[in-house]
């Protein structure tokens, strides 16, 4: 099991950049697969990005491709998403997720509080 804390979020204006972190416990960090997954008001919860156990491989949905970049630090437990010109539809609530199945495909069973991102226009 993992436990997973996230951190970052605030308040920018458009075009401004914030990083998110998700440091998870747990000895076993490197046999997840990593996501980060949002949820804006009235808006069911979507999928952001995703990286691979070893961080080999990476996955963005459509409409943070090139702006967002998703990485992380096996030897630190922790995965991080940088957003960069972030625009005012990337105001969500961000969760930081892990699977131990597929990285796209999941289930993530494991999931944060949240952490939430707000862009001012």
């Known amino acids: 099991q993992v436990q997973l804390v996230e951190s970052g979020g605030g308040l920018v204006q458009a075009g401004g950049s914030l990083r998110l972190s998700c440091a998870a416990s747990?000895?076993?960090?490197?046999?997840?697969?990593m996501g980060w997954f949002r949820q804006a008001p009235g808006k069911e919860r979507e999928f952001v990005a995703a990286?691979?156990?070893?961080?080999?491989?990476?996955y963005y949905a459509d409409s943070v491709k090139g702006r967002f970049t998703i990485s992380r630090d096996n030897a630190k437990n922790t995965v991080v998403l940088q957003m960069n010109s972030l625009k005012p539809e990337d105001t969500a609530v961000y969760y930081c997720?892990?699977?131990?199945?597929?990285?796209?495909?999941?289930?993530?069973?494991?999931w944060g509080q949240g952490t939430q991102v707000t862009v001012s226009s």
């Open positions: 997720a892990a699977s131990d199945v597929g990285v796209r495909s999941g289930p993530y069973d494991y």
């Open positions: 747990g000895r076993t960090f490197n046999s997840y697969h």
């Open positions: 990286i691979t156990r070893s961080g080999g491989s990476t």
